[in-house]
C-alpha cells in the first residue's frame, strides 16, 4: 500500500536487455550449490518515509526473514540445501533504487531467486526480464506476466483476479442494481479496466464511461489534474459509482477531495485504500465505500498458522515485538507484518524449490510452481491453489466495507466465493 503513489507516477521499464539468460534444464541454476541456494529479498527503506508517516514501524525485516529461513534450515533445508539470505533495500520516493536493489541481488551476489516483500514495476522489470531471476511476491499484472523470462509467483492476487472477484462479489449482493457505472483505472491496468467492463456488462450493468490513465510522468500535479478531469466526465454521466482499479485509487481519491463529486467507489484492493486511509483525515469520498482484498487484520492474526509464525520468529527473537493493539486507522506500528510476509514468502518459495527436485533452476522451478496445487498459506484467509492459468494462487478474496460510525473498514468474515 505504500508504494500506490510511485506505482501510479512512476512505473517505467528498463532499457537494458543485458543480464543473465534464464538456466536450462540440465543443471542447477545460478546461485544453487549441493549444499545451499542464494536467495535475495528485497523491500523498502522505511526511513525514507518518516517524514510523511512518523510512526511507520513494520518491524525488522532482516531479522524477520533470517529468522524464519533458520526455522527452515533447523528443519533440513529444502531438499537438503540450506536457504542463504541476502538483502537490498530501495527508496520508494526514489524509483531508481528499485533497478539498484535489483543489480545488487542479481549481479553483484548472483542470488536464485528473490522474494520481493516490496517491489516496483521498474524492479519487476529488472529482476524478471532483464536478468531473468525468478520472483515470489509482488502485484501481478497480465502485461508484466507476458514479458518475464522467469518464473514469477504471488501470495497476493493478480490486479486481474482482485478486481474479478472484487466485481462478482458486489454483483452477488445486487450492488449495481439500477446504478450507473464508471471504471478508471491506470496505464497499466487498462486490460483489467477492459476485463470489468465485459464483466459488468455481461450482468447487464450500465457502464457509462471508462477512463485510462496516460503512461507514468512522474508529474503528480499532471496526474491529479487528469483525473479530476475523469471524475468530471463521470459526473456528467450521472455515474453513482466508480470502480478504481489498483493503484490508482490513492491518486483518484485524492482528486476527488477537490470536488464535490461523490460517488460511491469500489476499489479492487483493500491495502492500497488502506494507504489512502494513513496519509488523510478527511473520508468524505469514503462513504459507502466497497473494496476487495484479504481477511482483516484481526482475522489473520487468529490463524493458527500466524500464530505457528509468531512463535516461531519469537522462538529465536524472544524480544521481538510481535503482536500489538490493532489500530483501525494504520497509523500505528505494525511490527506483525515483517513477520508475516518473511513467513508467507519463504513458506511458499521452500514449497515450490522442495516440488522442483534435486535439480533446481528456472524451468524446474516453474514446472514446479504452475503444478504446486493447493498450499494455504498465512494471512490469506483460505486454500491458494497454484496452477499455469494462477501464479497468483487465486486467494479468496473478502469484501471491506467503510463504516462511518468508527470511520474504519470493516470485512466480511467470509470471502465472496
Same mark, same amino acid.
Given at each position: 500500500?505504500?508504494?500506490?503513489?510511485?506505482?501510479?507516477?512512476?512505473?517505467?521499464?528498463?532499457?537494458?536487455?543485458?543480464?543473465?539468460?534464464?538456466?536450462?534444464?540440465?543443471?542447477?541454476?545460478? @546461485?544453487?550449490?549441493?549444499?545451499?541456494?542464494?536467495?535475495?529479498?528485497?523491500?523498502?527503506?522505511?526511513?525514507?518515509?518518516?517524514?510523511?508517516?512518523?510512526?511507520?514501524?513494520?518491524?525488522?525485516?532482516?531479522?524477520?526473514?533470517?529468522?524464519?529461513?533458520?526455522?527452515?534450515?533447523?528443519?533440513?533445508?529444502?531438499?537438503?540445501?540450506?536457504?542463504?539470505? *541476502?538483502?537490498?533495500?530501495?527508496?520508494?520516493? !526514489?524509483?531508481?533504487?528499485?533497478?539498484? %536493489?535489483?543489480?545488487?541481488?542479481?549481479?553483484?551476489?548472483? +542470488?536464485?531467486?528473490?522474494?520481493? %516483500?516490496?517491489?516496483?514495476?521498474?524492479?519487476?522489470?529488472?529482476?524478471?526480464?532483464?536478468?531473468?531471476?525468478?520472483?515470489?511476491?509482488?502485484?501481478?499484472?497480465?502485461?508484466?506476466?507476458? !514479458?518475464?523470462?522467469?518464473?514469477?509467483?504471488?501470495?497476493?492476487?493478480?490486479?486481474?483476479?482482485?478486481?474479478?472477484?472484487?466485481?462478482?462479489? *458486489?454483483?452477488?449482493?445486487?450492488?449495481?442494481? @439500477?446504478?450507473?457505472?464508471?471504471?478508471?483505472?491506470?496505464?497499466?491496468?487498462?486490460?483489467?479496466?477492459?476485463?470489468?467492463?465485459?464483466?459488468?456488462?455481461?450482468?447487464?450493468?450500465?457502464?457509462?464511461?471508462?477512463?485510462?490513465?496516460?503512461?507514468?510522468?512522474?508529474?503528480?500535479?499532471?496526474?491529479?489534474?487528469?483525473?479530476?478531469?475523469?471524475?468530471?466526465? =463521470?459526473?456528467?454521466?450521472?455515474?453513482?459509482?466508480? +470502480? +478504481?482499479? @489498483?493503484?490508482?485509487?490513492?491518486?483518484?481519491?485524492?482528486?476527488?477531495?477537490?470536488?464535490?463529486?461523490?460517488?460511491?467507489?469500489?476499489?479492487?484492493?483493500?491495502?492500497?485504500?488502506?494507504?489512502?486511509?494513513?496519509?488523510?483525515?478527511?473520508?468524505?469520498?469514503?462513504?459507502?465505500?466497497?473494496?476487495?482484498?484479504?481477511?482483516?487484520?484481526?482475522?489473520?492474526?487468529?490463524?493458527?498458522?500466524?500464530?505457528?509464525?509468531?512463535?516461531?520468529?519469537?522462538?529465536?527473537?524472544?524480544?521481538?515485538?510481535?503482536?500489538?493493539?490493532?489500530?483501525?486507522?494504520?497509523?500505528?506500528?505494525?511490527?506483525?507484518?515483517?513477520?508475516?510476509?518473511?513467513?508467507?514468502?519463504?513458506?511458499? =518459495?521452500? %514449497?515450490?524449490?522442495?516440488?522442483?527436485?534435486?535439480?533446481?533452476?528456472?524451468?524446474?522451478?516453474?514446472?514446479?510452481?504452475?503444478?504446486?496445487?493447493?498450499?494455504?498459506?498465512?494471512?490469506?484467509?483460505?486454500?491458494?491453489?497454484?496452477?499455469?492459468?494462477?501464479?497468483?494462487?487465486?486467494?479468496?478474496?473478502?469484501?471491506?466495507?467503510?463504516?462511518?460510525?468508527?470511520?474504519?473498514?470493516?470485512?466480511?468474515?467470509?470471502?465472496?466465493?
Amino acid at each position: 500500500m505504500l508504494l500506490a503513489v510511485g506505482l501510479v507516477l512512476g512505473a517505467c521499464k528498463s532499457s537494458s536487455g543485458e543480464g543473465g539468460s534464464a538456466p536450462v534444464a540440465a543443471g542447477d541454476g545460478r @546461485g544453487v550449490t549441493s549444499d545451499t541456494i542464494k536467495v535475495g529479498v528485497v523491500y523498502l527503506d522505511f526511513s525514507k518515509l518518516k517524514d510523511i508517516i512518523p510512526s511507520l514501524d513494520q518491524g525488522d525485516y532482516e531479522t524477520a526473514y533470517q529468522s524464519y529461513a533458520k526455522v527452515i534450515n533447523d528443519a533440513g533445508g529444502i531438499n537438503g540445501r540450506q536457504v542463504e539470505l *541476502v538483502f537490498a533495500t530501495f527508496d520508494p520516493i !526514489e524509483q531508481a533504487t528499485a533497478s539498484t %536493489a535489483c543489480l545488487q541481488l542479481t549481479e553483484d551476489e548472483q +542470488v536464485f531467486a528473490v522474494l520481493a %516483500a516490496h517491489t516496483t514495476p521498474a524492479g519487476s522489470q529488472c529482476i524478471l526480464v532483464d536478468h531473468a531471476t525468478p520472483m515470489v511476491g509482488g502485484t501481478q499484472t497480465n502485461e508484466a506476466l507476458e !514479458e518475464a523470462r522467469a518464473p514469477w509467483f504471488a501470495w497476493d492476487p493478480s490486479s486481474a483476479s482482485a478486481a474479478r472477484q472484487t466485481v462478482e462479489g *458486489v454483483l452477488g449482493e445486487g450492488g449495481f442494481e @439500477g446504478k450507473k457505472v464508471a471504471i478508471v483505472a491506470a496505464a497499466a491496468d487498462e486490460p483489467v479496466a477492459g476485463q470489468t467492463e465485459t464483466q459488468l456488462k455481461d450482468a447487464g450493468v450500465d457502464v457509462v464511461n471508462v477512463a485510462i490513465g496516460s503512461p507514468p510522468s512522474g508529474d503528480a500535479a499532471a496526474t491529479k489534474a487528469e483525473l479530476q478531469t475523469f471524475a468530471e466526465r =463521470f459526473r456528467s454521466d450521472g455515474a453513482d459509482q466508480v +470502480v +478504481v482499479i @489498483g493503484d490508482v485509487f490513492v491518486l483518484f481519491a485524492q482528486a476527488l477531495q477537490q470536488t464535490d463529486y461523490r460517488p460511491q467507489l469500489i476499489a479492487t484492493s483493500t491495502g492500497v485504500v488502506r494507504g489512502f486511509l494513513v496519509a488523510t483525515s478527511d473520508y468524505a469520498v469514503m462513504q459507502g465505500l466497497i473494496a476487495g482484498g484479504p481477511p482483516s487484520p484481526q482475522e489473520v492474526a487468529a490463524e493458527p498458522a500466524v500464530q505457528e509464525c509468531h512463535d516461531a520468529v519469537q522462538e529465536i527473537e524472544p524480544d521481538r515485538v510481535i503482536e500489538t493493539p490493532y489500530d483501525p486507522t494504520g497509523k500505528s506500528p505494525e511490527p506483525q507484518i515483517s513477520v508475516e510476509s518473511a513467513c508467507t514468502a519463504l513458506q511458499l =518459495f521452500a %514449497a515450490i524449490a522442495e516440488k522442483a527436485g534435486s535439480t533446481l533452476n528456472n524451468d524446474t522451478f516453474g514446472q514446479a510452481g504452475e503444478n504446486l496445487g493447493v498450499i494455504t498459506l498465512p494471512g490469506r484467509g483460505g486454500p491458494s491453489d497454484y496452477t499455469p492459468d494462477h501464479p497468483d494462487g487465486d486467494p479468496p478474496l473478502f469484501l471491506a466495507r467503510w463504516d462511518s460510525a468508527t470511520d474504519a473498514l470493516v470485512v466480511d468474515p467470509t470471502p465472496v466465493s
